[in-house]
T-cell receptor
Framework: GEDVEQSLFLSVREGDSSVINCTYT??????LYWYKQEPGAGLQLLTY?????DMKQDQRLTVLLNKKDKHLSLRIADTQTGDSAIYFC??????????FGTGTSLTVIP | NAGVTQTPKFQVLKTGQSMTLQCAQD?????MSWYRQDPGMGLRLIHY???????DQGEVPNGYNVSRSTTEDFPLRLLSAAPSQTSVYFC??????????FGSGTRLTVV
């Protein structure tokens, strides 16, 4: 499979911004995704970006894509305790196969 | 719409037993996949399907079989359970580039 890499842990204080980073391997990926997983639950699609875009903003979420470096980031503004979860980036390959990163566990400190 | 429904939610098996994890979606999605989630390893693709009658292997297919006789259903069969198959299993479906919708998962323990 493809290696999609993320750091495992991130802690931020409530009200600060969180930045979760991801590097992917396949430059032909047409879409890149961010998913959120709360404890004991499945994965919830947060947002996605088409590969010809550099940035996408959706309320408190900002996605940045650097295709040259194959780097994707998710910024969460004004992070709240309800944002504590595991965040996965994913790339889509031929045949609609998704490959996920290892996930970043975000802890928000009140 | 119920979305993606997985059953059972929890299962304990003895080594060597076989079982089928059920997955059904009511969104008329062509693409369906099975993943397993293990601590520190993210989600790994087991098998996937791009439409009824078509299946293919993902990263970690050994010990698992799938079939896709209808658009709605994509069952995952464990042929002879092993402790290494203790994991959380997720089924997901998609129309295409708009991302996968996930089921709530099946937590499987093999003793």
């Amino acid at each position: 499979g493809e290696d999609v890499e993320q750091s495992l842990f991130l802690s931020v204080r409530e009200g600060d911004s969180s930045v979760i980073n991801c590097t992917y391997t396949d430059s032909s990926s047409t879409y890149l995704y961010w998913y959120k997983q709360e404890p004991g639950a499945g994965l919830q699609l947060l947002t996605y970006i088409f590969s010809n875009m550099d940035m996408k903003q959706d309320q408190r979420l900002t996605v940045l894509l650097n295709k040259k470096d194959k780097h994707l980031s998710l910024r969460i503004a004004d992070t709240q305790t309800g944002d504590s979860a595991i965040y996965f980036c994913a790339e889509i390959l031929t045949g609609n196969q998704f490959y996920f990163g290892t996930g970043t566990s975000l802890t928000v400190i009140p | 719409n119920a979305g993606v429904t997985q059953t059972p939610k929890f299962q304990v098996l003895k080594t060597g037993q076989s079982m089928t994890l059920q997955c059904a979606q009511d969104m008329n999605h062509e693409y369906m996949s099975w993943y397993r989630q293990d601590p520190g390893m993210g989600l790994r693709l087991i098998h996937y399907s791009v439409g009824a009658g078509i299946t293919d292997q993902g990263e970690v297919p050994n010990g698992y079989n799938v079939s896709r006789s209808t658009t709605e259903d994509f069952p995952l069969r464990l042929l002879s359970a092993a402790p290494s198959q203790t994991s959380v299993y997720f089924c997901a479906s998609s129309l295409g580039g708009d991302g996968y919708t996930f089921g709530s998962g099946t937590r499987l323990t093999v003793v």
